[in-house]
């Protein structure tokens, strides 16, 4: 594969390219969904694994992918990528037109800088080929030129004042996105109508918090850590950030809990929630 020296972009000067665009949807699926699977006591993962275990049933990853292909991006923080090295791509044998946009949070090219030090693995979103967007901030005394990036990686940097808030600046200490303007970003300049929040927890309750969720899947499997890494997600999170339950239905063993707006309409169209994805 090509690679060529790249240069940081500003929020306003990303190029509009067929590499960039986003991925087809069904069901004229607007708006920011949510999803995320927890243990029965509202945890991601065994503290102690050092890599990403599979919880959920066949049939809940499959659900996975039917909304990744329904997403225009697919948007995750960077402790995922570091975690799962995930591929974000729509798999397990379901049919897309075009896959989505991977979306990667990451405010000190952390993920980036690893990989070019020889420190972390390298990871797949930024070798396979597929297009990735990675947003940061300004990055001071790193020659961007040196990150040698593929010609399907491209960087945008927000280091803007007004995407830090007195309220945010409590909350996350240290360096931080705003998801509103990323979420803004990729309405606005890369022309995404449905965005996907795959994780991880601090990243979704980001999401929840400016109350940027539309709709969110909650998959619970019926296990238990012993030492759970905490979601910090709740049905109180979910209600504070402006949704309601809409049902629970069962996903093998899993159990589907199916939030949304009460202003939103379930985009499967009909009564039936569990149509969609």
């Keep these: 594969m090509s690679r060529h020296c790249s240069v940081s972009l500003s929020a306003e ?4 390219s067929s590499s960039l665009s986003s991925s087809s949807t069904t069901n004229n699926v607007t708006g920011i969904t949510l999803k995320i699977a927890l243990d029965q006591n509202g945890g991601v993962a065994e503290q102690a694994d050092t890599e990403s275990v599979r919880f959920t049933c066949p049939g809940s990853l499959d659900m996975v992918h039917r909304l990744r292909r329904d997403s225009g991006a697919v ?24 896959q989505p946009l991977r979306v990667i949070l990451d405010p000190t090219l952390s993920l980036l800088l690893d990989r070019l030090n020889n420190k972390g693995v390298p990871y797949q979103v930024f070798e396979d080929g597929y297009p990735t967007v990675i947003y940061h901030h300004r990055v001071d005394d790193v020659d961007l030129a040196s990150l040698n990036l593929t010609e399907n990686t491209h960087l945008v940097c927000l280091d803007d004042p007004n995407n830090i808030t007195a309220e945010n600046h409590n909350t996350r200490p240290g360096r931080f996105l705003s ?7 990729l309405k606005e300049q890369l022309q995404v109508d449905h965005i996907m929040v795959e994780g991880g927890p601090k990243t979704a309750l980001y999401f929840l918090q400016e109350k940027l969720i539309d709709r969110a899947i909650v998959v619970k499997a019926p ?23 809409l049902g629970t239905v069962p996903s093998g063993v899993d159990t589907m809990e199916y939030w949304s707006r009460l202003d939103m309409p379930w985009p499967s169209g009909d009564d039936v929630i569990a149509s969609w994805p």
């Design 223 to 245: 296990i238990a850590f012993k030492d759970p890494y905490p979601s910090g997600i709740t049905a109180q999170t979910l209600t504070d950030a402006g949704l309601v339950l």
């Design 13 to 16: 000067s990303l190029p509009l």
């Design 179 to 185: 998801p509103r303007a990323v979420v803004h970003h």
């Design 75 to 98: 948007l995750v923080g960077r402790g995922t990528v570091e975690r799962d090295d995930c591929s974000l791509l729509v798999r397990r044998g379901v049919l897309c037109d075009k």
